[in-house]
């Protein structure tokens, strides 16, 4: 069955570190893929979409790669804030659909 | 891109009852969606609502327990019928505008008591 995994154990990292998250999918061919970071009480919000034949997109401090081989997506922030710390959601899409499906997100912890 | 709002933000309801959420667009849209999300849990589509015809539903989800209505490109709402603790949970509308990228509402916490 197809499944999406991101790490369940929130990600702690100092602050002015680079924090790097992971999504790994299996039966999946994605035709993108997007990251999108969700704050507590709040709805997710589109950060970066990545397709299936480009290996990275960078947007300011957000660098997301894209391995289809791997089927492995990393999403990384430079320079990390305490203002960064949110739950991160990894969502892939199928080639033909329009509808993205979301992993379980992964919470980000910058310490001042 | 796209501004979602919702109504209620939330709500505390009795087992047994119904509550309608409303979710308003700042842009006309053909399709809206519906999700769900459980805690600790990811995002899960209840249905898509296309104005002007029938919502369609994802495995698990029945027209019966959330009646969806559509009733122009800028607003819909999203029924949780017949209400157990089960159901809370937080709902959450989204349009796709560009087919690709997903633009949500706050979200509407349920919780059923």
């Known amino acids: 069955s197809q499944k999406i995994e991101q790490n369940s154990e929130a990600l702690n990292i100092q602050e002015g570190k680079t924090a790097t998250l992971t999504c790994n999918y299996t039966?999946?061919?994605?035709?993108?893929l997007q990251w999108y970071r969700q704050d507590p009480g709040r709805g997710p919000v589109f950060l970066l979409l990545i397709r299936e034949n480009e290996k990275e997109k960078r947007k300011e401090r957000l660098k997301v790669t894209f391995d289809t081989t791997l089927k492995q997506s990393l999403f990384h922030i430079t320079a990390s804030q305490p203002a960064d710390s949110a739950t991160y959601l990894c969502?892939?899409?199928?080639?033909?659909?329009?509808?993205?499906?979301f992993g379980r997100g992964t919470s980000l912890i910058v310490h001042p | 891109s796209a501004v979602i709002s919702q109504k209620p933000s939330r709500d505390i309801c009795q087992r047994g009852t119904s509550l309608t959420i409303q979710c308003q667009v700042d842009?006309?849209?053909?399709?809206m969606f519906w999700y769900r999300q459980q805690p600790g849990q990811s995002l899960t589509l209840i249905a898509t609502?296309?104005?002007?015809?029938?919502?369609?539903?994802e495995s698990g989800f029945v027209i019966d327990k959330f009646p969806i209505s559509r009733p122009n490109l800028t607003f819909s709402t999203l029924t949780v019928s017949n209400m157990s603790p089960e159901d809370s949970s937080i709902y959450l509308c989204?349009?796709?505008?560009?087919?690709?990228?997903?633009?949500f509402g706050p979200g509407t916490r349920l919780l059923v008591l």
């Open positions: 989204s349009v796709g505008p560009s087919g690709e990228t997903q633009y």
């Open positions: 609502a296309n104005q002007g015809s029938e919502a369609t539903y």
């Open positions: 842009s006309q849209v053909t399709m």
């Open positions: 969502a892939l899409t199928s080639g033909g659909s329009y509808i993205p499906t």
């Open positions: 039966n999946y061919s994605p035709a993108y």
